[in-house]
């Protein structure tokens, strides 16, 4: 059973494809073992993040009897399936959001310009991945990657854009954002 030379090497924990510019980055890999009559058989466990940094991206697990075709497994299941997320300004989030899976609970905050990532792990490389470059995040509960990875993605899903939700409500964008401003100018009036 030969096998072909592939192009280009692993070369680090993240790689970029010229063809689609999607940035996959290796979150964990785990060593597994299958207890059968002649001893153990080993295997290994692979999560990959996939993103364009613009917007878009998934999260796959894959699983082989050797690292690398475990690796290209998760990275396909990535492929497919990739969300895509609403960012303020190309930078952050619009609004503060929550998410959960199983015992992992991750919150998700938007910041200002020039905070950069503040987030654990496997947060991290979803955010690298998504092209969000100010956000602060804390996961509580769990710190079990799976969980944190699709914790963070529960919570990404949830992410809206104002125009989503003006649109959602029949409204225009300065509708929703109108009562703000005017509730301010009235606190301004009252106490000048």
Do not use: W
């Not at 999607?22 to 785990?30: A, F, G, H, P, R």
């Not at 058989?41 to 692979?46: D, G, I, S, T, V």
């Not at 993040?49 to 991206?57: A, F, L």
């Not at 015992?103 to 503040?118: D, M, Y």
């Amino acid at each position: 059973m030969a096998r072909e030379p592939r192009e280009g090497g692993r070369g680090g924990r993240d790689r970029e494809r010229e063809g689609d510019e999607l940035v996959d980055k290796l979150v964990t890999i785990n060593r597994v073992a299958k207890v059968v009559k002649g001893g153990r058989r080993f295997a290994f466990a692979a999560l990959v993040v996939v993103g364009d940094q613009k917007g878009r991206v998934g999260y796959g697990a894959g699983k082989a009897r050797e690292v690398p075709e475990a690796i290209r497994k998760a990275t396909e299941r990535a492929k497919r399936g990739m969300i895509r997320v609403p960012m303020k300004e190309g930078r952050t989030l619009h609004h503060d959001v929550a998410g959960h899976f199983g015992a992992g609970k991750v919150v998700l905050r938007s910041a200002e310009a020039g905070t950069g990532i503040i987030a654990g792990g496997p947060m991290r490389a979803v955010f690298e991945s998504l092209g969000i470059n100010d956000v602060v995040a804390k996961s509580l509960g769990t710190r079990n990657p799976h969980n944190m990875v699709k914790a963070t993605f529960d919570a990404l899903t949830r992410c809206a854009s104002p125009r989503s939700v003006a649109n959602r409500r029949g409204k225009k964008v300065a509708e929703i954002f109108g009562k703000r401003d005017q509730a301010a100018s009235v606190g301004e009036a009252a106490d000048a």
